[in-house]
């Protein structure tokens, strides 16, 4: 009776892995499933793509780097979509200003498939992944908690008198449009730069750039923080679309697998969080996103600093 349970138990553990081709490994279904929800959840919440969760993740249960980069893009077209449908409901999508930042994105997601291509045939792209997360995440998220921070610490005192807006030198650059939605008139160089830089970052490091995209839209554009999320969403939707079709044509590191199975829990987490992040104020949710960037950057600096416990493997080359 003990082997028969003992045997039970063994067969239904097995009935929860499942074989990914590409990546070519064993994962427990249902961890994959939550990790997908959770993720899913805060990109709805923060309005990120929260590939800056997902590929870490993914990077810490083993996945190679290049393949947790080029199928965690595919998961977040989902999440984006989930997210970028819920606030378009709500009326708080800028689509002049997130088309703007989609043509940048799409020039800038094309340059970072290259470079990623070029690093991995000599090597080095599991090292420049990581050092990217811990450069990027760690200093967004100090300037993101440091201002949040001082958001709230000013808000128990008395209120000052508005200061009018000062113009600095971006405000003189050429080529101004009028963007109605959010009430600006600006240089489109701006939005067109920021989504650039957006596309690169989403093809080396497989993330969707809200966590970058969203402080400059507030900080550096002067959106209104109701029309930041879904424009955000809106930018990473189609540039993460791009990215995952130039990875799976030129590198091909998609598992489309694994991307299913993140896409099937993502889709669920982000209606859930879209619905909990209208209910919080635009300080308290800047703080909270950077307390989860700090965490993330913190934890790879750590897997970088610290020795492996195998200090050495050995595995087959490619090509013999």
């Known amino acids: 009776m003990a082997r028969a349970r003992a045997l039970s138990a063994d067969d239904s553990e097995t009935l929860m892995q499942i074989y990914l081709p590409i990546a070519e490994m064993s994962v427990n279904l249902f961890i994959l499933l939550g990790m997908g929800a959770v993720v899913g959840f805060l990109s709805g919440m923060f309005g990120v793509g929260g590939g800056f969760l997902m590929t870490p993740f993914l990077i810490f249960m083993g996945v190679p780097a290049a393949i947790a980069v080029g199928t965690e893009a595919n998961q977040i077209v989902a999440a984006s979509l989930a997210g970028v449908m819920a606030h378009w409901r709500r009326g708080n999508v800028d689509f002049k200003m997130g088309g703007v930042m989609?043509?940048?994105?799409?020039?800038?997601?094309?340059?970072?498939?290259?470079?990623?291509?070029?690093?991995?045939?000599?090597?080095?792209?599991?090292?420049?992944?990581?050092?990217?997360?811990?450069?990027?995440?760690?200093?967004?998220?100090?300037?993101?908690?440091?201002?949040?921070?001082?958001?709230?610490?000013?808000?128990?005192?008395?209120?000052?008198?508005?200061?009018?807006?000062?113009?600095?030198?971006?405000?003189?650059?050429?080529?101004?449009?009028?963007?109605?939605?959010?009430?600006?008139?600006?240089?489109?160089?701006?939005?067109?730069?920021?989504?650039f830089l957006v596309g690169v970052l989403a093809s080396i490091m497989g993330v969707g750039g809200g966590f970058f995209l969203i402080p400059a839209m507030i900080y550096v554009l002067g959106m209104p923080t109701s029309v930041v999320v879904g424009t955000s969403l809106f930018q990473i939707l189609f540039v993460t679309a791009n990215v995952t079709i130039l990875h799976s044509v030129n590198n091909q590191t998609v598992d489309v697998l694994l991307a299913l199975i993140l896409l099937s829990g993502a889709v669920v987490g982000a209606r859930f969080g879209t619905a909990v992040g209208a209910k919080l104020k635009g300080e308290h949710l800047r703080g909270l996103l950077a307390l989860l960037v700090l965490g993330m950057a913190v934890r790879m600096a750590t897997r970088l600093l610290l020795t492996p416990q195998d200090v050495f493997s050995v595995s087959p080359l490619v090509g013999g």
């Open 102 to 195: 989609v043509v940048g994105g799409l020039a800038g997601s094309a340059l970072g498939a290259w470079l990623f291509r070029e690093l991995r045939e000599q090597g080095q792209i599991d090292l420049v992944i990581s050092i990217s997360f811990v450069v990027f995440l760690g200093l967004i998220g100090s300037l993101m908690l440091w201002e949040s921070a001082r958001v709230v610490l000013r808000s128990g005192s008395a209120p000052k008198r508005r200061k009018a807006r000062r113009h600095y030198w971006v405000h003189g650059l050429p080529f101004k449009m009028r963007f109605h939605k959010s009430g600006l008139y600006i240089s489109s160089l701006l939005p067109l730069g920021m989504g």
